[in-house]
């Protein structure tokens, strides 16, 4: 009998040592899942920062290309302004400018759809970020540091980026 009792205890002290066991390795295996569950969230993490910088990249090289485009064009719209402000006495002049006019609107109308606006100068109290300066006047009629006169128009696209800076003649 002492056999039995012998392979009894054994066995309890076998299957006493087994739960220990056990237990770690179930431990093992959820600190494996956690830190798998840690690896997920940081890689998804990291792709959707990803996708949100490429977003930002992508608008940004949208952003040059229609600024890069727009200014190369200002000076064709710049022609046809000075066009327009041509005085003329003929029937065939009269018909011809109305054209011009119609390409002009046009013209601005393309800029807009684009996101890109005039700078309104004349009256408006200098700004460096928007206007350069090419002269100065003195004049007592207006306020210091008013825009007097717009020899080019500047234009902004979305109200944040200038594409041209006005050149103005301020007041002091």
């Known amino acids: 009998m002492d056999k ?4 009894e205890v054994q066995e309890t002290e076998d299957t006493a040592a087994e739960k220990p066991e056990e237990l770690t390795a179930e431990e093992a295996l959820k600190q494996e899942l956690a830190e798998q569950k840690d690896k997920y969230l940081r890689l998804l993490a990291e792709y959707d920062n990803y996708q949100k910088r490429t977003q930002r990249e992508k ?3 949208y952003a040059d290309a229609v600024v890069d485009t727009v200014e190369k064009l200002l000076p064709v719209g710049d022609n046809l302004e000075r066009a327009l402000n041509t005085e003329v006495t003929s029937e065939d002049a009269v018909k011809f400018k109305e054209g011009v006019e119609m390409v002009w609107k046009q013209f601005i109308d393309a800029l807009e759809k684009l996101g890109v606006k005039p700078i309104q100068a004349k009256g408006e109290q200098f700004d460096p970020n928007l206007h350069n300066a ?25 109200d944040e980026r200038v594409v041209r800076h006005s050149m103005v003649k301020v007041a002091n």
Do not use: L, P, Q, W
């Not at 039995?4 to 392979?7: E, L, T």
């Not at 090419?134 to 979305?158: L, P, Q």
């Open 59 to 61: 608008a940004a090289r």
């Open 4 to 7: 039995n009792k012998d392979a």
């Open 134 to 158: 090419v002269m100065h006047v003195e004049d007592d009629s207006v306020d210091d540091n008013t825009v007097v006169e717009d020899f080019a128009k500047g234009y902004i696209y979305n």
